[in-house]
């Protein structure tokens, strides 16, 4: 699971209303970096989309990229250093194993073999 | 290399494939490389048996090739809405080198030549290049053009020449004085004669024609395009590693990504990624891919349908090597028999980023995003129909239970049965508020042959663009459909949707809430003597059915007869009737 992929992923108990549930926190047991061509044109899309508040949650959770504490959220117009970065964070780093744990109800996600199952049981649905 | 003064026309040869979808597919390619198929002229090729208004042809003139009231756009169009199956287009196009990248990534595709001249018989022809002749050769004859090497491939289509017809049909064309070396195996300047004899056929077979076609002839020089053969060769399914039962045929996924103009830097959904097939073509264009299923085991690999002989052999293979370095055998045995085949193989096979993996359900996908609208640039997509997979989705309808806490790390989810209907009409409403507007969404379902586009799921935000069919038995067939965001999703759209939805569920809906009815119909088994089932049959077995009704009808004839009295006559003629048959 890339951390794209981890900036999408909510909470799907039943119950929660849209701003809850998100973002997931990672307890991350292994972390693999595989390393992706760049390509300019997602980057920056990616820039629109995602979201720096799940962002930062799960770069302060992997321990990684301190000097992006402090900033409130994506530069206006970001410089090629800083796409790059965010290449690698976005698309290089892959939580192999770990847990997704929601930070409204506490309910957590196994991530095995690099892929999150988020099936609830039948009573939660 | 312009020709110089003639007018800039290229004819496409369409692949004998797919015949619904090629269309479809080159459309989007020509809009993908910026180009409006409204704006290009066409010519209506010369075919008497092929387009119902003679008068729609016009001669090209490659002094004035202006001079048609046709655009790409208004003769495909006729084609599709008059079924009409044409295999060779003719248009104005400014620039050679988007043509050769469109042919190289279109799958239907088969070759575009820069024309020379198209008549409609063969004497013609030579006579219409002959005029033309001094402006065509011009820039070839130029001292820094006279080392390329050059060769006139002469090709019957629907009809096979002998080399000695083809030499006799190539020296006519020996005016054509190109000073370079001939060159068969990849030549500088590929020219190629093509004689049209798909038209009809009301073409005799002979050795006059065949001296001098009395067919719609053409005279072009082929562009080097490598088309997507080669690609197609790398990812056939029947050399991918991991399959399973309902894995999307290869040059589909192909065809479906050319469709919706899917290019690098793209990130697309697959709610139903099963074993990854549409993923994998996507992958090859460069786009991002988040795929998500509720089946683990198609994820993980333990749904295997694949070649079990090239895993084998494979492995086999690997540890011969293993052997003959003397390296540690058991060690390296050990860690060939522990590979794990699954979705992931395929992209580390071919050299492929791996698509992001959720298991998830797509029922429930409002719940596991973030509210995120305009995401994801486009969606390809096989959903689950329940004629070869049926789909489940999470929960449990009568659950007044609670799982015990110590019980809960290991427990195995319920899953429920996930109706037909409600998985169409989810797909829609995800990609209605998940798609960037403007975006677009591919799926496939299967129709029957009253098939009509009141058939089909509907959603206030999405428009229907294009449908492509496949025929896949007499009773059913599949179609691609494509639809685009056109509006903003919102929570008025979203209620529409919702009440539509109610409709089709509780079956008052006449279009789609019908098509799951139909389709049992059609695919019952005894569907074959059922008449209410619309049927189509190809030619030749049209004419097998017939031969064998005669041959029913005769015999019946025959035991009535001896049933009654022996009437002699009668039986011979039945028997001469049935033999006959």
């Not at chain 1, 979201?51 to 206006?76: H, K, T």
């Not at chain 2, 469709?259 to 991002?288: D, N, Q, R, W």
Request: aromatic share 8%; glycine share 6%.
């Amino acid at each position: 699971m890339r951390l794209v992929t981890h900036n999408l992923l909510r909470c799907n108990i039943r119950g929660l209303t849209e701003e809850q549930g998100y973002p997931l926190r990672i307890q991350a047991d292994k972390v693999e970096t595989i390393p992706a061509p760049f390509n300019g044109d997602l980057l920056q899309g990616m820039v629109r989309k995602m979201s720096w508040q799940g962002l930062q949650s799960a770069l302060r959770d992997l321990g990684v990229m301190e000097e992006w504490r402090a900033m409130e959220g994506f530069p206006e117009t970001p410089s090629d250093e800083f796409l790059q970065q965010l290449h690698h964070v976005l698309f290089e780093v892959h939580v192999q194993d770990g847990t997704l744990v929601c930070p409204t109800t506490g309910r957590s996600f196994p991530v095995k073999d690099g892929i999150p199952n988020m099936l609830l049981h039948e009573d939660e649905v | 290399m312009s020709e110089s003064v003639v007018g800039q026309l290229y004819v496409l040869q369409f692949l004998d494939d797919w015949v619904d979808f090629r269309y479809a597919e080159f459309l989007a390619l020509l809009k993908l490389e910026g180009f409006q198929p409204e704006l290009l002229t066409a010519y209506v090729i010369h075919d008497p048996n092929g387009l119902a208004d003679p008068s729609a042809y016009v001669p090209i003139d490659l002094r004035n090739p202006s001079a048609s009231p046709h655009t790409v756009a208004s003769i495909l169009s006729y084609l599709r809405h008059n079924k009409i199956v044409q295999h060779f287009l003719i248009f104005s196009f400014s620039d050679e080198a988007a043509l050769v990248r469109i042919a190289n990534r279109a799958v239907l595709v088969k070759n575009i030549y820069r024309l020379w001249g198209h008549e409609a018989s063969f004497p013609a022809l030579v006579d219409a290049v002959r005029h033309n002749s001094a402006e065509l050769m011009e820039s070839y004859l130029q001292p820094e053009n006279s080392h390329l090497s050059w060769s006139v491939e002469v090709v019957g289509f629907g009809r096979s020449f002998t080399m000695p017809e083809k030499q006799v049909l190539r020296t006519h064309f020996s005016f054509l004085q190109f000073p370079g070396p001939v060159s068969l195996r990849s030549p500088d300047i590929e020219m190629c004669l093509l004689c049209d004899y798909s038209a009809g056929s009301s073409y005799t077979k002979s050795k006059e024609d065949n001296a001098a076609p009395s067919v719609p002839c053409y005279l072009g020089r082929r562009l080097p395009t490598v088309g997507m053969r080669d690609v197609l060769k790398k990812y056939s399914l029947k050399t991918r590693p991991y399959l399973g039962p309902t894995s999307l045929d290869d040059a589909l996924t192909f065809i479906l990504a050319n469709m919706v103009g899917c290019k690098s830097g793209m990130v697309s959904y697959e709610p139903f990624v099963g074993t990854g097939s549409i993923v994998v073509a996507l992958a090859h264009l460069g786009v991002f891919c988040v795929g998500s299923d509720i089946d683990p085991r198609v994820l993980r690999g333990e749904m295997y349908a694949g070649q079990e002989d090239t895993v084998i052999q494979a492995k086999k293979k690997r540890q011969q090597q293993y052997k003959e370095l003397k390296q540690n055998v058991h060690a390296l045995i050990k860690e060939g028999s522990n590979m794990p085949v699954d979705i992931c193989t395929n992209f580390r096979t071919y050299d492929l980023p791996t698509p992001d993996l959720v298991r998830m359900d797509a029922h429930l996908f409002g719940r596991h995003f973030r509210p995120m609208d305009n995401f994801f640039d486009v969606i390809v997509t096989d959903p689950p129909y329940g004629i070869r997979a049926g789909a489940r989705k999470s929960g449990r309808r009568d659950c007044d239970y609670q799982i015990p806490a110590d019980r809960r790390h290991d427990h195995i989810p319920s899953t429920q049965t996930y109706p037909v209907e409600e998985v169409m009409l989810d797909l829609l409403d995800n990609a209605a508020r998940s798609l960037v507007l403007g975006g677009p969404l591919v799926y496939l379902i299967p129709t029957t042959y009253d098939f009509t586009e009141q058939d089909l799921p509907r959603h206030p935000c999405l428009a229907l663009e294009e449908v492509c069919h496949q025929e896949l038995s007499s009773r059913h067939g599949r179609r691609a459909v494509v639809m685009r965001k056109t509006k903003a999703w919102s929570e008025e759209n979203h209620q529409k949707y919702v009440e539509y939805k109610q409709r089709v569920l509780s079956g008052e809906d006449e279009g789609f809430g019908r098509l799951t009815a139909k389709l049992e119909a059609a695919l019952a088994t005894t569907a074959f003597q059922d008449d209410s089932v619309v049927k189509q049959f190809s030619n030749c077995s049209q004419r097998r059915r017939n031969a064998k009704e005669r041959r029913m009808e005769a015999a019946k004839a025959c035991r009535s007869e001896s049933t009654t009295a022996s009437n002699p006559s009668a039986a011979a003629a039945a028997a001469a009737g049935g033999e006959g048959a």
